[in-house]
């Protein structure tokens, strides 16, 4: 099935795509949490909808662009949890930092995860304890590096200064600022050791690439050192949290 669900996130990328490079029209609303939702969100959401419903037809989706009302899922052991397009303002920005995210989610667990990244058609995968990365017909293994001094990856769109007075008491690292769930991502491959967050995140936001990271071998906790859990809970909103090697 994960070869199934990367297939149907790369559809997903290719109709994104269509509206980033002017094949299609981009269309701008607001949404009630005054986040932008585009046709490229949109599209992407269909496409992955129907090609779940057709793959797993009894197993219920939670997408960031349909959420189902609580008392619909609060019984859910399984489902999938999906950010068609995750950094809509990158996509907006124009800087290729944007990703398509499927996860499954099991007795709340991300136990299967992909990330797609169609402005430069980079796609992670995670099944259990094993991911890779897969870029210009090439699937490799990855796992986290302990480089010193570290490299945080902090989010482009959110810095706090809860983030900055976190880092100013880090000790020596190094910075990069990265839009999407390609932070996570950094961290499973090795080429950042940190992420920390603040501020917050939807579920969907963060799903697949906590799959991926874990995967890995990333530790995933918030600030009280818990495990981020997707047990089905009437808030879709994340506790700030932190990826890292330990």
């Known amino acids: 099935m994960l070869a199934q669900i990367c297939q149907l996130s790369r559809a997903a990328g290719a109709a994104i795509m269509a509206v980033y490079d002017g094949e299609q029209p ?52 399984r489902y999938w949890l999906v950010d068609p397009l995750d950094g809509t303002k990158e996509f907006l920005h124009r800087n290729g930092e944007f990703t398509v995210n499927i996860a499954l989610i099991e007795h709340g667990e991300a136990v ?11 796609l992670y995968l995670a099944e259990g304890n094993n991911a890779w990365k ?6 490799k293994p990855i796992t986290v590096s302990n480089a010193q001094p ?24 190094q910075t990069i600022a990265v839009g999407s769930s390609l932070k996570f991502c950094l961290v499973a491959e090795g080429k950042a050791q940190l992420y920390p967050r603040f501020g917050p995140t939807n579920i969907w936001d963060i799903a697949a690439g906590h799959a991926v990271a874990a995967a890995a071998g990333a ?7 818990k495990p981020l ?13 932190r990826v890292s090697l330990f």
């Open 134 to 139: 897969e870029e210009k017909g090439q699937r």
């Open 219 to 225: 530790q995933i906790h918030d600030w009280q050192g």
């Open 112 to 122: 299967m995860g992909v990330v797609y990244a169609p402005a430069i058609d980079v």
């Open 26 to 77: 981009l269309n701008i609303e607001q949404k009630k949490d005054h986040s932008p939702v585009t046709t490229a969100d949109l599209a992407a959401h269909h496409i992955i909808k129907c090609g779940l419903a057709a793959l797993t037809p009894e197993v219920p989706l939670l997408s960031e662009e349909d959420p189902p009302a609580w008392e619909e899922r609060q019984n859910w052991a």
């Open 150 to 173: 570290p490299l945080v990856v902090v989010s482009r769109s959110h810095i706090d200064d809860e983030l900055k007075d976190y880092l100013n008491q880090l000790g020596e690292h």
């Open 229 to 241: 859990i997707y047990a089905p809970r009437e808030s879709l909103l994340n506790p700030g949290f």
